[in-house]
């Protein structure tokens, strides 16, 4: 892949990214909590949509995005044909499957099943589509639909419910329409640019790709795939189940502001992508040990900033909102979801390293104990403890930590490098030291607005410090690039 395509493509997936949270975080700090009970099964109903959409696909996308760049421009169009195929099916077993289930007595939330359901439905054909785009190189403006539609969708529909008397079941339907919507708009674009060929005969695809390759990279695919549902979403279907749908609303507004973190590790990890393959290939480990390091020394560097502002000031924040009733509870969740981000930005491209390197089993491997450890911790969290969301977002913590560890540990033992060096050693003990120090300093005087003076001390004095230093040399590069922008 072109290394100048994927910094574009890592840009517009960060500025997109970065819109998309800020749609995000506004309607999570002002919004969503007037009605935790709707946001807590709407997240239900995304989780179980989560669970259902990659049985639907069962590694199509994935396998499409495998084999179809050597086949020719038939039997391209054919494969993607035959995918779109073979989700029809997997929704009819599907199907079959929800009914089945439905009739359960025991469970929580099942009237929600249609929802999650037609949702799934469009998801599936959205994973397809946006892999085929991938193809294309054309994925910048179907990355937009997905962001943007559910984010604007999701508020507009408390929206209506709480201020224009829709009822539940309408605004329910509404959101669930907006993946339809997503889904149309996706397709269209794609469609401008690749025509499928219909027919049901694919004979002579499966000539050039052995039909058991074929089925085994996509059940390898639909096993990562549906493991990490349980290994990063399954608290989404847990939580009603054992305590209730406001608990629910709770731990997402939590979960929303946490993963704003992340964004910027999603274009870094994806402008890196071509490096580590190549590097890999190349067996030349030099650089990729260089790499490795250097990005998480920058994404915990830019994490820290932004986690530290976090435990500095958003108590503070949050008891000047008209809604700090709903947000001060959660703020132990964020601070430990947080806190997990941090370290998953903090390990750097571990997964990236595997995935690209001839042992990409070990992922799955790794997200299978993830997801039993995930599912085991919140499972006693939930039926033997009074813990709570906080004792399920300590679970998540534990079972991520033993995850980044046991990948580090695999990667020393089979490249010997690791994501350490001094500097980024210095980095990270010089951030707990400033933190302490902005934590502590009497600043009472400044009244309900002393957090401002915290922060802002805490990320000064640290982006001073790394300047002068030299640490991380990609921050002094970018500060270079302002000046002369300002001064010239």
Not at 167 to 175: M, R
Not at 264 to 290: H, M, Q, R, T, W
Request: proline share 3%.
């Amino acid at each position: 892949m072109d290394t100048k395509f994927s910094s574009k493509q890592a840009l517009w997936f960060t500025l997109i990214n970065y819109f998309g949270v800020l749609i995000g975080t506004v309607s999570t700090l002002f919004i969503y909590p007037n009605d935790l009970e709707l946001l807590g099964i709407i997240r239900f109903i995304d989780g179980f949509a989560q669970i259902l959409y990659p049985i639907m696909v069962l590694g199509a996308s994935t396998a499409l995005l495998n084999f179809q760049p050597k086949l020719n421009d038939l039997l391209q169009r054919k494969l993607f044909s035959y995918s779109m195929i073979s989700i029809v099916w997997m929704i009819f077993f599907c199907a079959i499957g929800v009914t089945v289930v439905y009739w359960f007595d025991w469970l929580e939330n099942k009237q929600y099943f249609i929802y999650g359901f037609f949702i799934a439905i469009c998801l599936a054909y959205v994973d397809l589509f946006k892999r085929q785009a991938t193809n294309l190189q054309k994925l910048s403006i179907p990355t937009f639909y997905e962001k943007i539609i559910p984010k604007i969708t999701l508020p507009l529909a408390f929206v209506l419910i709480l201020y224009y008397g829709f009822t539940e079941v309408q605004g329910l339907i509404f959101y669930s329409l907006s993946f339809a919507v997503m889904l149309l708009a996706i397709g269209f674009y794609l469609f401008r640019y690749f025509k499928p060929v219909y027919t049901l005969n694919y004979k002579d695809l499966f000539q050039e790709i052995p039909k058991k390759q074929y089925y085994q990279y996509s059940l390898y695919a639909f096993s990562a795939s549906l493991g990490s549902f349980f290994a990063f979403r399954i608290d989404s279907v847990m939580i009603p189940e054992f305590i209730s749908n406001a608990a629910n609303g709770d731990f997402n507004i939590g979960v929303n502001l946490a993963n704003a973190l992340m964004i910027p590790a999603a274009g870094v990890f994806a402008l890196y992508s071509p490096l580590i393959s190549e590097s890999l290939k190349k067996n030349d480990l030099s650089v990729l040990k260089i790499k490795y390091a250097d990005v998480a020394k920058n994404l915990f560097f830019i994490g820290i900033l932004l986690y530290g502002c976090v435990l500095l000031g958003m108590k503070d924040f949050f008891e000047i909102l008209p809604t700090s009733d709903k947000l001060l509870p959660v703020l132990p969740v964020l601070y430990i979801l947080g806190g997990n981000v941090i370290l998953n930005m903090a390990t750097g491209f571990n997964t990236e390293i595997i995935a690209y390197s001839k042992f990409y089993r070990f992922n799955l491997i790794a997200i299978v104990v993830l997801a039993v450890l995930n599912v085991g911790l919140n499972y006693y969290v939930l039926t033997h403890t009074n813990y709570g969301i906080i004792g399920v977002a300590w679970a998540s913590f534990f079972a991520m930590l033993v995850f980044n560890l046991t990948k580090l540990w695999f990667i020393y033992r089979k490249f010997n490098i690791l994501p350490i060096n001094t500097n980024y050693i210095k980095t990270i003990i010089s951030s707990l030291v400033l933190l302490a120090i902005a934590f502590t300093l009497p600043l009472n005087i400044f009244g309900m607005f002393d957090f401002i003076v915290r922060c802002s001390f805490f990320a000064g004095t640290f982006m001073l410090l790394i300047y002068k230093t030299g640490w991380i040399q990609e921050f002094n590069n970018n500060v270079e690039k302002v000046k002369r922008l300002i001064f010239h």
